[in-house]
């Protein structure tokens, strides 16, 4: 399964006139494999995660996920679709305070209306594959921020998604626990074929990626040289 977009234009309100943020992009993302997205800020990037998220409808063009044209999609038909077959990894992990590192990944579950039947194994195999499954009692403040960020992408895996959408993980980690949150997805997305894209500021990991993109002003180049 794969990720594609085929000529999304996307346009906001501006003043009197309309601000085109995606402009005619185009960009296929096969299972397996991670395509890193860069660019100054306001290029794009954003925008681009948002419409592969389905959290923002284009104004033209198709977005398929994992076999499903999105087109026509209701927002209840939307939010399933993210549910079932989209994982997103925000910059911030953004975990709940009074729960440990399995109850994060247990509560999607639950959010998504699964069964809790085998979810706290689930959690335990998630936090395993990211090297933390001896820090599965633990609750954030007791974790440094890279094992955040990694129970931040075991937390988007746990409804085995076959889209990985990833924001900026590593803008608040130092180099040495950047590569290796850049390696851990590397890694899951071969092991667990998602199609990843990662949108990132930093480009001294990107020879990790096995494809670059660039967004300038609504517009993707490709490919990029690493």
């Known amino acids: 399964m794969t990720l594609t977009l085929a000529d999304v234009t996307l ?10 943020a995606l402009d005619r992009i185009s960009l296929d993302v ?8 860069v660019g100054p800020s306001g290029s794009g990037k ?37 549910r079932e077959r989209i994982g997103i990894v925000f ?25 809790v039947r ?21 609750r954030p403040h007791q974790l440094s921020g890279g094992q955040r960020q990694r129970i931040n992408i075991a937390r988007a895996l746990m409804n085995d998604p ?16 950047g590569a290796a949150v850049l390696d851990l997805l590397v890694a899951l997305t071969r092991s667990r074929s998602t199609a990843t894209v990662l949108v990132t500021h930093d480009r001294t990991h990107l020879d990790r990626a ?10 993707l180049t490709v490919p990029e040289p690493v």
């Open 11 to 20: 346009t906001y309100p501006d003043g009197d006139g309309r601000l085109t």
């Open 91 to 115: 910059q911030q992990p953004n975990l709940l305070p009074s729960l440990t590192a399995a109850e994060q990944l247990q509560v999607m579950t639950h959010l998504s209306g699964g069964s």
């Open 162 to 177: 076959a889209v990985l959408l990833v924001d900026e993980p590593t803008s608040a980690l130092d180099h040495e626990r």
């Open 46 to 82: 954003s925008s681009l995660l948002a419409v592969a998220a389905t959290l923002v409808t284009p104004d033209e063009g198709r977005v398929v996920v994992a076999g499903t044209e999105t087109a026509g999609l209701g927002r209840a038909q939307q939010a399933e679709l993210r």
């Open 118 to 138: 085998g979810a706290r194994g689930r959690a335990l195999e998630l936090l395993d594959a990211v090297g933390l499954a001896d820090q599965a009692g633990r």
């Open 30 to 37: 096969p299972a397996g494999t991670l395509t890193a997205v």
């Open 210 to 219: 096995d494809r670059t993109v660039r967004m300038d002003d609504g517009r």
